[in-house]
């Protein structure tokens, strides 16, 4: 079950354009109430664009269980040391919520806080070095000034790197030549129905199991070889919801065991 969005438009499907001018023009107290408990707020976008976020026990559920699947795609098992970049606070994704799946993995969270200015960076790098994590999760949009930043000298042995992507990247990164690196993956993320969104598998990415994608035409929103994705799924107390994802992408035929439907992300190159 996706985030509650608070102020729910009629049309189908949802635009995240829709939510925020809705958010912006009608009052917390007139939202609407889930039957639950709301637990946590989030928050994705900035200024004009923020749009508030909030989950109950059962939405952080499936949060958790779809960060599962893709930290264990990568190996990522009890036990091990799991650190990651990613902000705090409300934002979504960020450190609390990856926190929670690395806790029900049974892994060790090591969050090394945002690494935007130097002396956080250096900071990171420091714990880095002492705690020798097995496994990174790291934003993709600061990646290039945190490998900048690296020691000379500090040999980066891991056995899986995951790159979280708040937006769709024109080249899928790699880490530098001399990381050591067995797996990695990249995660595509769509806070407004779910953080861990899809991943990637060979030169495509598959939409995480508790969603369905197609790709469509923007205008007519029938099925088409390119255009963008439909999202869908079942809400236990709205019913049939859809979200209008405006990515340029084209449908795949998948070349692995999974058989799942897959998409690419048009004019991206690159990867692991």
């Known amino acids: 079950m996706p985030a509650f969005w608070g102020a729910v438009p009629s049309e ?15 009052p917390p107290d007139t939202w609407r109430r889930p039957s639950a408990p709301l637990v946590r707020a989030g928050a994705s976008g900035r200024a004009e664009q923020l749009l508030v976020l909030a989950w109950t026990a059962e939405m952080l559920a499936t949060e958790r269980a779809a960060g599962v699947r893709v930290l264990r795609r990568v190996g990522i098992t009890a036990g091990q040391r799991v650190a990651n ?4 606070a409300l934002v979504t994704p960020g450190s609390l919520l990856l926190g929670d799946v690395v806790e029900e993995l049974g892994a060790l969270d090591v969050p090394l806080g945002e690494t935007k200015a130097d002396g956080a960076i250096d900071n990171a790098w420091a714990l880095i070095e002492r705690v020798q ?15 900048a930043a690296a020691p000379i000298k500090y040999v980066v042995q891991l056995r899986a790197l995951v790159w979280l992507h708040r937006e769709p990247p024109k080249q899928l990164p790699s880490p530098p030549p001399s990381w050591k690196v067995e797996q990695q993956l990249h995660c595509l993320a769509v806070p407004e129905v779910l953080s861990f969104f899809a991943y990637s598998c060979n030169d495509h990415f598959h939409c995480d199991e508790s969603i369905s994608a197609l790709v469509v035409d923007e205008r007519s929103l029938l099925p088409a070889p390119v255009g963008a994705l439909l999202v869908e799924w079942v809400d236990a107390e709205l019913g049939p919801l859809s979200f209008f994802v405006p990515w340029a992408v084209e449908a795949s035929s998948p070349r692995c065991s999974e058989g799942r439907p897959a998409f690419r992300l048009v004019g991206s190159s690159g990867g692991p």
């Open 12 to 26: 189908r499907p949802v635009r995240r354009e829709a939510l925020v001018r809705l958010q912006r023009t009608l």
């Open 85 to 88: 970049n990613l902000p705090g």
């Open 133 to 147: 994590p097995h496994a990174l999760v790291l934003e993709a949009a600061t990646a290039e000034r945190f490998f």
